[in-house]
């Protein structure tokens, strides 16, 4: 799957800096896995460690054009000729947007996994059994973050028959994004266990969350 830079521009209700007419099949977050860099688009994700838009003289030098931002470079049209920057409030917040939208355009079964212990080895069962007759994408790795998810999600294509994703979460209120980006017809809990407890006020109100 690969959408024009418009289209995606529009999605995630973008600030476009730069004109130049390209398509994209790749996401990135993590400047070392790059592998594809005239078809992929950057995320400057930042956290309380790392700030992505410090990565992006090196992309732009890998040859990466097209970059999703919270602030544009200064001297961009001079620095980066050929690049499209897009603007947006928060890039995390762009990230899962952008995957909301790519999910819709799937009518299938998508099984949604989680709980506390063994979403990864749920998943890996699911997928080989229902490989038999079905052409099944799934999370790569324990991709069940609030990043790994849109990443898994992307990975839905023409081809894909069902989706199996699974969805981790450490506090009140995430798991409401990760629904809204694999929208499961079927349900997965594998368990309620002690791992995060800390950040819910009862076992109970960490059970509600990942019922949602």
Not at 13 to 36: K, P, Q, V
Not at 127 to 147: C, E, G
């Amino acid at each position: 799957m690969n959408y024009s830079i418009e289209k995606i521009t529009q999605f995630i209700n973008a600030e476009r800096y730069g004109d130049t007419a390209t398509s994209i099949s790749f996401l990135l977050t993590d400047s070392r896995s790059l592998c594809f860099p005239e078809e992929t688009l950057f995320f400057a994700l930042k956290s309380d460690r790392n700030d992505g838009q410090h990565y992006i003289p090196e992309l732009y030098r890998r040859g990466v054009r097209n970059f999703v931002v919270e602030s544009v470079p200064d001297n961009f049209s001079t620095l980066y000729k050929h690049a499209n920057f897009l603007k947006v409030g928060n890039t995390l917040a762009a990230l899962q947007q952008l995957t909301t939208c790519h999910r819709k355009a799937f009518d299938i079964p998508i099984v949604g996994i989680t709980g506390s212990n063994g979403k990864t080895m749920v998943k890996e069962w699911l997928s080989q059994l229902l490989a038999y007759d079905k052409n099944v994408t799934r999370s790569p790795k324990s991709y069940n973050s609030q990043i790994g998810v849109p990443l898994s999600v992307w990975l839905l294509n023409e081809h894909t028959q069902v989706g199996v994703f699974e969805a981790g979460i450490s506090q009140v209120g995430e798991m409401a994004a990760l629904h809204d980006i694999i929208q499961p017809t079927i349900a997965v809990l594998t368990n309620l266990g002690d791992a995060h407890q800390e950040n819910f006020s009862s076992k109970e109100a960490k059970c509600k969350e990942k019922l949602k």
